[in-house]
Structure formats: structure tokens, C-alpha cells
């Protein structure tokens, strides 16, 4: 129930309450119907099911599978291997995702611990979270609201509330009804729970608690809200289901052609069975990819972008839409002045006149008290802050204050007195229509002033004016302020972070969209929109118009919409989930409570966090650790590196396992022994992984990425060309290497050449794999050392196989001619030559392909 728009008089009715509060009876009834006033808690993922969930990837299945059924046939070291891998894996997985864990319960750290009621008609404290619907709410300065409150007293009452509406400034409160459709922003007879008193007193009756606060609802949507799946993990999902379908088509033609025609023995076909998914699963892409994913999160950690999950690095790169709020993100969320107008004033008068203005504003205000006060260590209203900060550069003194006339919401004005050149002289300063109603002007004049006054507030700014007058007494009254001599205008607003118009552009010139969420006024957030520089500036969309439209309208407006003004979190839920729905890869900022919820449903959710929340911190995929706009961008092109040596890395994966496979499914179409034991293929796809794969998520980011577009949300992550490639280096790799081991006589020799060939090829591949479509043999292999490290890690590796007992006795090897190490580092070589021709005929039909498309 809402009870902005009833009375003081009905809402005690509705309550059934009184100014003297609840009786203990009373409030005790309560508390056992309607539960603490606490916000209710997500039960927490066990332990188990954090750490299961990285071994069920249907691959990691697989071979699980396959090391079990090696255990039925008694081989239980290479059972024990294939275990190693995955449980490596899973290990790997877990460990980087508890990094990353956070609890979801910060909402709790809003409420204040305790509070002060009536009860029984006396001021009693007790705990917030005994706190009850009806109960009488006694609040002063810097007390935080513990529930929500209908306002039925309020001295001076501001509230500060951007954590919630996003509104930049702090409200005044009241206790006069408002509009039922008012937005939670316009509620001004309505106090929330979790925001703070910043001046002033009040009392309000408590009409909600716990979960039916608007913080509650928050929370309540933050539950329900269901994590977004990237689109990485779809697409390896996807890549997953593609292998295991093939693979299993694979084996059963394997099982019943081999059967009908050769009749094999149970155990052998078993062992060709478990060789084949050994040979054909990429048990290296899920280590390899996390480290990927890991490195990248470190990275974007050093450029002050804290990543809480590790797909989400590559989400980065996929955005296509920012929703932005505006306060505190977009804008410095600090009031300050940015215009100083004088409508009648002539040139050669300017100088005085600023000087006099320059003395009004230093001294017409109640938050400095002393000429060695530094603006920056005062508290106090945004707006008088803006203010002292503008003109304490020009160290103008304080004048002593003889009297005050205080600000009230009734009059709009404030004045205090002091003595000027032996004239007791009163200076204005509050709302220009007030104060010009109140000057002595020709009408000509008061045009020019109102001109003025229209001109700053068109700019979304809020505008002060300043003004004097001469008294003859020390005693001042309301009936004093007359006559007045009109100074000068003063236009204060939240302005634009520099650092955020610089970013947008690079978000433009990148194909990302950026829209502003805001929970401030149209104007207010017009004027912003274009000092940032967003595309669609004239329209702009208010929350009571969102309300108006069904979500099929509101899907076909978004995305020529990049303003919207007057915003709730069910707002800024329903513009995220419309932009989904359109196809778009949303990313959405924030630093307000109010903000969390559509955080959570953005696939990438990013927080400020220096002024952002602990709640929208928790909710956040990512957080920037110094509240710069312009870090998005950065962690964008890094995403989009990212996902570039992903797509390198599984291109010089692939190749290689189905280059195994067809070793096995040739070995059992010919009826001949397989090619490689088991263990044999995992050491090849392990060694490449610890060595060569890892060496390609060093990388560095083209130097066109950031002037492309987003890549489509719908590519595959194999597209046919990549297909052919995995085909043709596969058939590159296998072809030479069994032409070149058969020719040995000993089996062992023949498994070490067909092993060492496979290893080489993979060398040569992984050069090739830099650049997928460019020559990679350039200036930035000579700078990627990781690189070099990785071939001498592997020339180690593969050594210690050739010439070590143990390994040779582990691993089924033996060791190899200096003659048949550089027939096989020749056929490798060009092997490498081969799939550079390959990319220079591709490349040469998609440009003529590209020219007669134009």
C-alpha cells in the first residue's frame, strides 16, 4: 500500500496507530505477525555443488567415462592419468571462481542498528530490527532510516537519497500529501529505509519493514533475478555438444563396422574406443581457457577493473549496449558551479560586479565559520558546498554575520547581515524568481534576468540568484528583504566526468550504444546527455512513460531512446531485460542501490567502487576501483583480445585432437594396431597445453580492435572457414607424421616418431595460430616472450621423453636419430608454409568476394 497520498489522519487510521506510538502489547503482536524487520537472506550454495559443478562439463564426463572403463580393463595408470586431467581441471576451475565469491547479504549494512520510537507516549530505543508497521519514528541528523516512513512532522528535514532514486541532490522533506502517481524521487512526504538524514528533524509513522521497504524490494528482485549466461560459456557449451555428438557417431559406426567386418575381440575394441575419445576430447581447452580467463582478470585488475567472475572478461568484449546511471557515474556526483551570468551588466562593470558577487557568496552561507576552513573538510548541503568551493581560490574574507535570516522551503531564500563600508548591508541569496519579484528592475530588465534564468535551467542546471539591499537595523524580518539590488546568477549542477566524454566516444567509435538510466529530472538529464556527447538527445523517456507501455512497445522504442529520466529499479529492470530481448549484449553501471537489480540481469553488471554501494558492488559482474567510466573502455578491448586468443587457442586445439582421432579411426578401419597408446595422446595434449596453447593468451590486442564492431551475439565460435582449417591442418599433421613413423621397423620407434612429429607440427601450428588470417611471422612475435619460453619448456619436455628411462619406461617412448629429428622438424616446417598459402588464398576470395558484394 502507498501513503504518499493519503493524510497524516489516514494513515494513522490505516495503521491503527497514534502520535504516542504503539503500546508494548501492541508492538509485540506485531512483531510475531509481521516477522523482523530484516531483509530476507538467499540460502547459500553448498560447498559440494561449488566444486562438483566444474566436473560435470559433458567433455570432463567423457573422460571420465573413459577412465573408469580403463579401470574395468585393469590399467590403472592410465586410468590415474586421465583422472589427473580432470581433476586438474576441476581444481583449476574452482580455485579461480572462489576468488571471485562474494555475499550477496550487504543490503543489511544499510540499516542502522537501532532507532528511537514512542512507545506507550515515551522515547524508548530499541533494536531496527524490532521495528514494526504503525510504530512512531524519531529522526534526527545523520541517522539512517531503518524502514520506510510517512512523514508527519519535518523541521528543516533533507534527506540524502542518490543511493536509492539517484537523484544528485539531497531532498527536502515535507509533510503535505502528493500526487499518487508521483515517482519514488517526488515522494517528498515519504522517508526510505537505508537512506540518511542530512539536516534537520523529523517524525514519521512506519508503513513498511523488512522486505515491503522499497530497499526490501530491491532485495526481493535481486533474488529473483537469475544470473545471465554468458555468451562464452554458450558458445562453449555449444562447441562441447558439437564434439560429444560427433565423437559418438564416431563410435558407434567404429563399434558396429569393425565388429561385422573384422569381429574384434571386447578388450581390444574397448581400448580403440577409450584411444578414440582420448585422442578426439581436448582435455587441455578447459585448463587453458581458465588460465586465459585468469590472466585477463589480472590484467584488467592492474587498470583498476576488478572482475568477479572470469567469463565475464570475455562479456567485455561482447557488449554491444552500456546503460549507464548518471550520477556518480557519468558525473563526479559533487555539486559545482560551472556558470556565473550577469544579465544587465555592462563590460566595463564586470570586474566590480564579480568582486561583489565573489563577497555575497563567500558570506552568505552558514557552513563556514572561520577563514582558515577549507572547503573540503566542511559538511554540509551539495549546493552550498558547490559554492564555497568555487570561490575559495579567491580567498575573499569572512565578514562578521550580524544577523541570519535561514533558508525554509515557505520563502526559498536566505540573508544574513553585515556591515559594508559602514552600511549595515543584507545579502540574498536563493530563487531568481523569488528574488526578482522582490527587485526594484524595469520591466526590460527583468526580461533579461528571466532570459537568463531560462538559458541555465535549460542546461539542466539548478540556478541561484544573488542580491542586496540596505537596511537601517540589526534586527532583520521577511519585510526586510525588499528592493533588492540584483547581482549576478549562479548555475550549479553535477557535472560530466571529462574521462566518461572521452570513453563514450571510444564506445561510439567501437559500434557499443550508451544509454543513460537516470532517476533525475528530463531537463536535468537532457543537458547532461549531450554535454557527454550520447547520439539520441532529443527524445528523452521518463519512468511514468515506461510504465505506460506494454513490453513489446517498450522493445521497439529502447533502442532509439538513450535518455530516460525519473527512473525506479523497475525501470532501469525492464529497459536491460528489453534490450536482451532485442539480441543486445547489455552491459549496465551503477552506484546506487537502486541500480543492483539491473545490474544483476545486464550480462555484464559493472559498479563504481570508490562511491558505489556494498550491494551494487556484490550484484556487479565487475567493479571499478576508481569510479572512471573511461576504464570500461579499456576492459572492453581487453575483452575483445580476450576472446581473439580464444578463438586462437581453440583453432590450435582442435586440429591437433582430430588429427589423433584419425590416426585411431584409420588404425581400426585397416584392422592395424593403434598408433598411440592412450597415454601417449594425453601426453601430447598436455604438453602443448602447459606450453604452446598457454603461450597464445600473450597476445596482444590488434591494433584495429577497438574500431570494429561487436562481434554478432550469434556467430558460432567455429565458422565454416574455421571448420575447413581444423580439417586441412588435421590432414597436414596426420598425413606426414604416419607416412614418416611407418617407415620405422620397431613399433616403439614408429609411436615415438608419429609422437614427436605431431609435437613439432603443433610448434609450427601455434605460429600460424597468431594471426588466423595475417601473416603472423611480425614484430610482436619477436615481443611475446611467453612464446619463446614455451618452445624451451617444450624442447625440454620432449627431451626428458627421448632420452630419460623413466619417461621413456612411463610414457612407451625411446629415443631417435639426429637424421629422423630433422625429417621430421622439415615436414613440420612445411607444414607451417602450407597453412600460410592456405590464408593467403582465403583471404584473396573473400576480397573479391567483398568487391563485388559492394
Not at 555539486?335 to 555575497?360: C, G, I, N, R, Y
Not at 512513460?545 to 538513450?562: A, C, F, M, Y
Not at 576472446?643 to 582442435?654: R, V
Amino acid at each position: 500500500m502507498t501513503y504518499h497520498h493519503k493524510s497524516i489522519n489516514e494513515t494513522y487510521t490505516t495503521l491503527q496507530t497514534t502520535a504516542n506510538g504503539l503500546t508494548s502489547s501492541q508492538r509485540k503482536a506485531r512483531l510475531e505477525k509481521q516477522g523482523y524487520n530484516q531483509l530476507a537472506e538467499k540460502k547459500p550454495v553448498p560447498l559440494w555443488q561449488k566444486i562438483g559443478k566444474h566436473f560435470l562439463d559433458l567433455l570432463m564426463v567423457v573422460l571420465l567415462v573413459a577412465a573408469i572403463l580403463k579401470g574395468i580393463t585393469g590399467d590403472y595408470v592410465e586410468m590415474g592419468i586421465i583422472l589427473a586431467v580432470v581433476i586438474i581441471n576441476g581444481i583449476i576451475g574452482y580455485l579461480q571462481e572462489r576468488k571471485a565469491e562474494a555475499s550477496l547479504n550487504s543490503l543489511k549494512q544499510l540499516l542502522s542498528p537501532t532507532a528511537t520510537v514512542f512507545i506507550d507516549g515515551h522515547r524508548k530505543e530499541v533494536a531496527s530490527e524490532e521495528i514494526v508497521t504503525g510504530d512512531i519514528l524519531l529522526l534526527k541528523s545523520g541517522d539512517v532510516l531503518p524502514a520506510d516512513v510517512r512523514f508527519i512532522e519535518a523541521a528543516d528535514l533533507v534527506i540524502e537519497e542518490a543511493v536509492l532514486t539517484g537523484e544528485s541532490l539531497p531532498i527536502k522533506k515535507t509533510t503535505a500529501i502528493v500526487n499518487e502517481k508521483a515517482g519514488l524521487g517526488d515522494r517528498r512526504n515519504i522517508g526510505y529505509s537505508g537512506t540518511q538524514v542530512q539536516e534537520g528533524r523529523g517524525i514519521g509513522i512506519v508503513i513498511a519493514t523488512g522486505d515491503q521497504t522499497e530497499i526490501g524490494k530491491i532485495n526481493q528482485a535481486l533474488q529473483s533475478v537469475k544470473p545471465q549466461t554468458t555468451p562464452l560459456i554458450r558458445k562453449m557449451n555449444q562447441l562441447n555438444q558439437q564434439i560429444f555428438k560427433g565423437l559418438m557417431l564416431f563410435i558407434v559406426f567404429l563399434i558396429i563396422f569393425t565388429s561385422l567386418r573384422y569381429g574384434l575381440e571386447a578388450n581390444l575394441l574397448l581400448s580403440a574406443v577409450i584411444a578414440l575419445i582420448v585422442a578426439v576430447v581436448p582435455e587441455g581447452l578447459p585448463a587453458v581457457l581458465t588460465m586465459i580467463l585468469s590472466m585477463g582478470v589480472k590484467e584488467l585488475s592492474q587498470q583498476k577493473a576488478i572482475v568477479k567472475s572470469m567469463p565475464a572478461v570475455e562479456t567485455l568484449g561482447a557488449m554491444t549496449v552500456i546503460c549507464s546511471d548518471k550520477t556518480g557515474t557519468l558525473t563526479k556526483n559533487e555539486m559545482s558551479v560551472t556558470d556565473v551570468v550577469f544579465p544587465d551588466t555592462e563590460t566595463t562593470a564586470l570586474p566590480e560586479k564579480q568582486a561583489q558577487l565573489q563577497t555575497l557568496m563567500t558570506n552568505c552561507q552558514d557552513l563556514r565559520t572561520t577563514t582558515d576552513q577549507k572547503a573540503a573538510n566542511l559538511k554540509g548541503n551539495p549546493t552550498e558546498m558547490a559554492i564555497l568551493r568555487y570561490v575559495e581560490a579567491a580567498a575573499e574574507p569572512l565578514l562578521p554575520k550580524l544577523a541570519q535570516i535561514p533558508f525554509d522551503s515557505k520563502h526559498k531564500y536566505m540573508a544574513t547581515l553585515h556591515e559594508v563600508a559602514g552600511q549595515l548591508t543584507l545579502f540574498v541569496k536563493g530563487a531568481p524568481e523569488v528574488l526578482l519579484a522582490k527587485a526594484n528592475l524595469s520591466p526590460a530588465t527583468q526580461a533579461l534576468w528571466r532570459q537568463a534564468i531560462s538559458q541555465q535551467a535549460q542546461k539542466g542546471q539548478r540556478v541561484l540568484a544573488f542580491a542586496t539591499t540596505r537596511v537601517s537595523q540589526t534586527t532583520i524580518r521577511h519585510e526586510d528583504v525588499t528592493e533588492l539590488e540584483m547581482v549576478g546568477l549562479v548555475g550549479i549542477i553535477d557535472p560530466p566526468k571529462e574521462s566518461a566524454i572521452a570513453a563514450i566516444k571510444n564506445c561510439h567509435q567501437a559500434g557499443i550504444a550508451v544509454k543513460m538510466i537516470t532517476g533525475d529530472h528530463r531537463e536535468t538529464a537532457r543537458a547532461i546527455g549531450k554535454q557527454i556527447g550520447l547520439k539520441h538527445t532529443d527524445s528523452v523517456m521518463e519512468g511514468p512513460e515506461i510504465e505506460g507501455l506494454s513490453d513489446e512497445e517498450l522493445r521497439q522504442v529502447v533502442s532509439q531512446t538513450d535518455i530516460f529520466a525519473r527512473t525506479t529499479p523497475e525501470h532501469k529492470l525492464r529497459i536491460v531485460t528489453a534490450l536482451q530481448q532485442q539480441g543486445e549484449i547489455v552491459g549496465m553501471t551503477g552506484d546506487g542501490v537502486n541500480d543492483a537489480p539491473a545490474l544483476k540481469k545486464a550480462d555484464i553488471g559493472i559498479a563504481m567502487g570508490i562511491k558505489g554501494s556494498e550491494v551494487t558492488k556484490e550484484a556487479a559482474d565487475m567493479v571499478l576501483a576508481d569510479d572512471n567510466f573511461a576504464t570500461i573502455a579499456n576492459a572492453v578491448k581487453e575483452g575483445r583480445r580476450i576472446f581473439d586468443n580464444l578463438k586462437k587457442t581453440i583453432n590450435f586445439f582442435l586440429p591437433t585432437s582430430l588429427a589423433q582421432g584419425i590416426l585411431v579411426i584409420f588404425a581400426l578401419l585397416t584392422d592395424r594396431p593403434l598408433p598411440l597408446s592412450p597415454v601417449q595422446i594425453l601426453w601430447v595434449n598436455m604438453v602443448t597445453t602447459i606450453t604452446l596453447s598457454y603461450a597464445l593468451s600473450f597476445e596482444k590486442a590488434h591494433p584495429e580492435t577497438m574500431a570494429r564492431p561487436p562481434r554478432n551475439p550469434e556467430e558460432k565460435i567455429l565458422s565454416l572457414h574455421s571448420l575447413f582449417r581444423i580439417l586441412y591442418v588435421a590432414l597436414l599433421i596426420t598425413v606426414p607424421a604416419y607416412l614418416l613413423s611407418a617407415q620405422a621397423a620397431n613399433p616403439v620407434v614408429a609411436q615415438t616418431m608419429l609422437l614427436q612429429s605431431i609435437v613439432l607440427s603443433q610448434a609450427f601450428y601455434m605460429i600460424n595460430c597468431r594471426e588466423l588470417t595475417d601473416l603472423p611471422l611480425n614484430k610482436s612475435l619477436l615481443e611475446n616472450k611467453a612464446i619463446w619460453i614455451s618452445f624451451g619448456a617444450l624442447a625440454i619436455l620432449q627431451a626428458s621423453l627421448l632420452v630419460v628411462p623413466f619417461m621413456q619406461n612411463l610414457i612407451g617412448t625411446t629415443s631417435l636419430t639426429l637424421g629422423q629429428q630433422l625429417t621430421l622438424f622439415l615436414a613440420s616446417g612445411v607444414i607451417f608454409l602450407l597453412v600460410e598459402l592456405e590464408k593467403k588464398i582465403v583471404k584473396g576470395i573473400l576480397a573479391r568476394r567483398n568487391q563485388q558484394t559492394a
